[in-house]
Structures are given as C-alpha cells and as structure tokens.
C-alpha cells in the first residue's frame, strides 16, 4: 500500500472553503488509487513538540555532524515520530488556507519540527542536499483576497511552500489556489467550483 499524508492546516472543519477542494480532490483521488491509504494529520489536533532550547542544541549538533544519543535522543522522540510519519509517505497534500499573506502559524510550527538536518536534508561540499526524493506534493490553498494580478508580490504562501519543500528535495509540486474567496458568495462559489474542478483533474492524475 502506498500513502498520501493529508496536512490539514486549517482549524474550520466543515466551515472550511479549503477543505472542501481537498474533499474534491480525495474522492477522485481514493476512487483512482485503490492501493493507497490516506492518513490524516490534522494539525489543529494534533501535540506538536515545542522546539525547546536542548531540542535546538540537538538540531546544532546534528548540523553539525553529530549523532544524538542519551538525554537528547529522548527529547528529540517526539520530534523523530513526526518526521518518520512524514517520511513514510508516497506523496502529500496539504490544505492551508492563507493567513497574514503566509501560512497559519500551526504549519509554521510543523515545518519547525520536521525540517531537521540529517533527516531531511544534509549538508554536502556543494551544498544542501534535500532527502526527500521523488515525492509528489499538492497543496490547496483557499485566500480571502486575490493573488494572481495586482497583489501577487504579496503572496508569500505559494513562493515560500515552493522553496521550502524544494529545499527538502521535493521537485514535483502543483498548486491549486481558491480565490478571492471573501468578496462575496457568488465569487466564492464560482471560484470554490473551479479549484474543485483543477483539483479533480490532479487527483486523477497523480
Ligand atoms: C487569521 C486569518 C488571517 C487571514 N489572512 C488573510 C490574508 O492575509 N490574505 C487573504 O487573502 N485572506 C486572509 N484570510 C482569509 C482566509 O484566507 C480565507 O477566508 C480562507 O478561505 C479561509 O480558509 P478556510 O475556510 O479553509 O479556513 C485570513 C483569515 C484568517 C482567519
């Protein structure tokens, strides 16, 4: 069986426009890959650790070139069942609406303890090398304005996602944008519609 790790950024539940493109998405996507399974990490729900000064002396000494062992090794548990959870996946999807022109701050704290030296990327004479080879990635992303014209230079969602799961390797990236959706109920339902549509199509194809 093959895995699709679904992160779900957004606290709203079935209030969420951005949940319901994914929900589009995963129906065509569970009725195409039969020999896939979807794990869900919702991370509204879920304990993420909290990056305390001897967790990030871990995280110097593995940049480092050291290995963890006694004490550090068991501060960092919590933080290796999260990047082996995230390892274990095929492919991902994640569903983030756009906070602040970024990333709701629980997916910030999610990159913050996944994106680890020596796990996820490395350090080599020519640079850094990603580690997580040959995965797929697609995010929905659902904003209360529009990005695509005039205010495109204020979406630091999209280009930050990009560079920060291109930096751990992963090159196949598709986005599927669901805006404006705060500028009235007959555009939000226009453009819910749409990203629906684009996100079938991506499912099916994945
Ligand atoms: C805390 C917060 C910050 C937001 N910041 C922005 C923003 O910077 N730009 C924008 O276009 N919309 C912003 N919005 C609107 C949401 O992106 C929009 O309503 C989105 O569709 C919510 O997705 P959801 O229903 O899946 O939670 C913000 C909403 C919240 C709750």
């Excluded at 994914?22 to 304990?47: G, N, P, Q, R, Y």
Aim: hydrophobic share 40%; charged share 30%; no cysteine.
């Amino acid at each position: 069986m093959k895995k699709l790790l679904h992160i779900i950024a957004t606290p709203r539940a079935e209030e969420s426009r951005t949940l319901q493109v994914s929900e589009a998405f995963l129906k065509t996507f569970k009725e195409k890959h039969l020999d896939w399974v979807i794990d869900e990490l919702d991370l509204s729900k879920e304990e993420l650790p909290s990056l305390t000064v001897k967790r990030l002396d871990g995280k110097y000494m593995l940049a480092g070139g050291k290995d963890l062992n006694g004490e550090m090794k068991e501060a960092w548990q919590e933080i290796v069942v999260q990047i082996e959870r995230f390892m274990s996946a095929d492919a991902y999807l994640i569903s983030t609406p756009m906070w602040n022109f970024s990333i709701p701050h629980r997916l910030k704290h999610y990159l913050d303890v996944i994106l680890q030296p020596k796990y996820l990327f490395r350090y080599t004479p020519t640079g850094v090398e990603g580690l997580v080879k040959n995965k797929k990635l697609v995010v929905i992303t659902s904003r209360g304005g529009d990005y695509t014209d005039t205010m495109r230079s204020a979406d630091f969602q999209e280009p930050y996602l990009r560079f920060v799961f291109g930096f751990m390797g992963i090159q196949d990236i598709t986005f599927i944008n669901a805006q404006p959706m705060d500028m009235g109920e007959p555009v939000q339902a226009q453009k819910i519609k749409e990203a629906q549509e684009a996100a079938k199509k991506i499912a099916a194809r994945l």
